[in-house]
């Protein structure tokens, strides 16, 4: 990858739109995650997804206007400028209402693991990580930029 590349990956908003707990779901029977605790994962996904997307649809829907606005081939106006200002600030507090509801999700969900759990969990997320880099190194026969 490239640093332009991993900078505009950075300057995207941190917010997914579902699948927040898919990786302790994938880790159910090492974490020993009871049914209840799979099913509250599971509800809090649900919720979350369906208030993402309605922040995304909003997001997307501004985007669009944003860019037609820019292609018009005429130089725009005072009043139209002042309204393309006003939907980038709408898109910038939709940006932070997403990231802020991300983040709201992930410690909820944590919440319902134990602290041995999170230990467990995030050991085997490294476990990959060191995995996934020796497999990109192995097959650059050099170290990885990762």
Request: glycine share 10%; aromatic share 4%; proline share 2%.
């Amino acid at each position: 990858m490239y640093l332009l590349e991993m900078a505009a990956i950075g300057g995207d908003n941190l917010a997914p739109t579902g699948g927040l707990y898919n990786s302790y779901l994938h880790r159910r029977g090492e974490l020993d995650l009871t049914l209840e605790t799979i099913n509250g994962l599971a509800d809090r996904c649900q919720q979350y997804t369906g208030k993402i997307l309605g922040i995304f649809l909003e997001m997307t829907a501004l985007a669009g206007d944003i860019d037609q606005a820019l292609q018009t081939g005429r130089h725009l106006g005072p009043d139209e400028r002042a309204e393309l200002r006003r939907k980038v600030a709408r898109r910038n507090t939709l940006s932070l209402q997403a990231e802020q509801l991300y983040l709201d999700a992930v410690l909820d969900g944590q919440d319902l693991l134990a602290e041995e759990q999170l230990r467990l969990f995030t050991e085997g997320v490294e476990q990959e990580r060191e995995r996934a880099r020796a497999a990109v190194e192995a097959g650059l026969r050099r170290p990885a930029l990762l």
